[in-house]
């Protein structure tokens, strides 16, 4: 399959995944606010790796238990919805570059100050 239709697929699996997770009845999952930031399927559109990060500092295994549980919703939702001859096998992966980047921000403010302080001190 070309490369820019895959990229397509990912991009329609993710828009419709953002608004099905709002229709999830969860709490482990609505309550958590779940954002999908990245869909990747595979070639043959059989598997799918999601992306997903969440507003509230909640418990990941919970939030992970319960995208579990809704696996089946979430399958059924997307192939109702998308017109593909196999609906994807989901599978949720927390994404952490935000927290990554928030991290290396304070570093890098943290080494900024510490440079400010020894040229204050000579």
């Known amino acids: 399959m ?67 549980s809704a696996h089946g919703f979430i399958r059924t939702q997307i192939a109702r919805r998308l017109n593909m001859r196999a609906t994807p096998e989901f599978t949720f992966i927390k994404d952490r570059s935000a927290e990554n980047g928030a991290h290396i921000s304070s570093l890098l403010k943290q080494v900024e100050k510490d440079l400010k302080d020894e040229e204050d001190g000579e």
């Not at 559109?45 to 995208?67: H, I, M, P």
């Open 2 to 68: 070309a490369n820019y239709r895959r990229n397509r697929v990912n991009e329609e699996v993710q828009r419709e995944l953002c608004e099905i997770l709002r229709e999830v009845k969860d709490p482990r999952v609505s309550d958590a606010l779940v954002s999908v930031t990245a869909v990747e399927v595979s070639a043959d559109l059989k598997y799918a790796k999601v992306f997903y990060s969440t507003l509230c500092r909640c418990e990941e295994k919970e939030v992970q238990a319960g995208l579990k």
